[in-house]
C-alpha cells in the first residue's frame, strides 16, 4: 500500500477543514430553522388559516437543509480523517443532491419572484387588518418582527399612518425615510430575491466544480477508484 504524498496529506485535511466548516454551517441553519418554527414571536407565522406558506415552506427548508449539511459534513470528514470510500462516495452523492436543490431554489426564486411578492404582501396586510380589529399581541410581535427588520410602518408609512404602536422606534427627524410595509416588501424581493437565486446557482455550480478538482487531484479521487476495485487506499 502506497503511502499518502505530501500534497496528498495537505489536501486531506484541507478536505476536513472545509467539511467541518460545512457541518458547522449547517448546523446554524438547522438551529435558525427551528428557532423560526418554535420562537414564540414567529411561531404564529404558522398558525391560522391566513398563515403564508412561505413562511411554513422555508422553515422547513432550512430544517432539511441544515440537517442534510450536517450529514454531508459529517460523512466529508470522517470520509477524508478515515480515508473511508464509502463515506467519501456518499459524501459526493450528497453534495451532488444540494447542487441540485441550490439550482432548482435559484430557478425557483428567478420564476416566481412576482408570487412570493404578492404572497408575502398579503400575509402582511391580513396580519395588520387583524391586529387592528382584535389588538392580538401575537400579532403586534409578527407586525414588530417585520417592520423592524424591513425597517417599514403599516400600510400607508410612518408619516400617514395612524397606528403607530407596532412601528419601529426613530427619531421625528427619521420618521420621514421609514416607508410602507408593502413598498419596502416590494423593493427588498426586487433587490434580493434575483441575487439570490443567482448566488444559489452561481454556489452550487461552485461546490460541484471544487468537488470534481479534489476527484482528480486527491485522495478522495483515490479512495473512489479504489473502492470500485474493492481495495482501500493508504
Not at 460523512?75 to 436543490?101: D, H, N, R, Y
Not at 412570493?116 to 403586534?140: A, H, M, P, R, W
Amino acid at each position: 500500500m502506497a503511502a499518502l504524498s505530501g500534497g496528498e496529506i495537505c489536501i486531506k485535511y484541507l478536505m476536513f477543514a472545509f467539511n467541518l466548516v460545512f457541518w458547522l454551517t449547517g448546523t446554524a441553519v438547522f438551529a435558525i430553522g427551528l428557532w423560526l418554527k418554535v420562537d414564540p414571536q414567529t411561531k404564529n407565522l404558522f398558525e391560522g388559516p391566513d398563515s403564508s406558506y412561505v413562511f411554513y415552506t422555508g422553515a422547513y427548508i432550512l430544517i432539511g437543509a441544515g440537517a442534510l449539511m450536517m450529514v454531508v459534513g459529517f460523512l466529508g470528514c470522517c470520509g477524508a480523517i478515515q480515508e473511508s470510500p464509502w463515506m467519501l462516495g456518499l459524501f459526493f452523492f450528497f453534495l451532488l443532491i444540494i447542487f441540485t436543490v441550490e439550482v432548482a431554489a435559484g430557478i425557483w426564486g428567478f420564476s416566481n419572484q412576482n408570487k412570493v411578492v404578492e404572497d408575502f404582501s398579503n400575509f402582511y396586510i391580513q396580519t395588520y387588518n387583524e391586529y387592528e380589529k382584535t389588538g392580538d399581541e401575537n400579532l403586534k410581535k409578527t407586525l414588530q418582527l417585520i417592520q423592524t427588520q424591513l425597517n417599514c410602518c403599516g400600510r400607508k408609512g410612518m408619516v400617514e399612518e395612524t397606528n403607530k404602536d407596532s412601528c419601529p422606534e426613530v427619531d421625528t427627524a427619521d420618521q420621514l425615510t421609514i416607508k410602507s410595509c408593502p413598498e419596502a416588501i416590494d423593493k427588498v424581493f426586487d433587490s434580493k430575491l434575483l441575487i439570490i437565486g443567482g448566488v444559489g446557482i452561481t454556489v452550487g455550480v461552485v461546490m460541484v466544480s471544487v468537488q470534481l478538482l479534489h476527484d482528480k487531484h486527491s485522495s478522495s479521487f483515490h479512495l473512489f477508484l479504489s473502492w470500485r476495485g474493492g481495495k482501500k487506499y493508504h
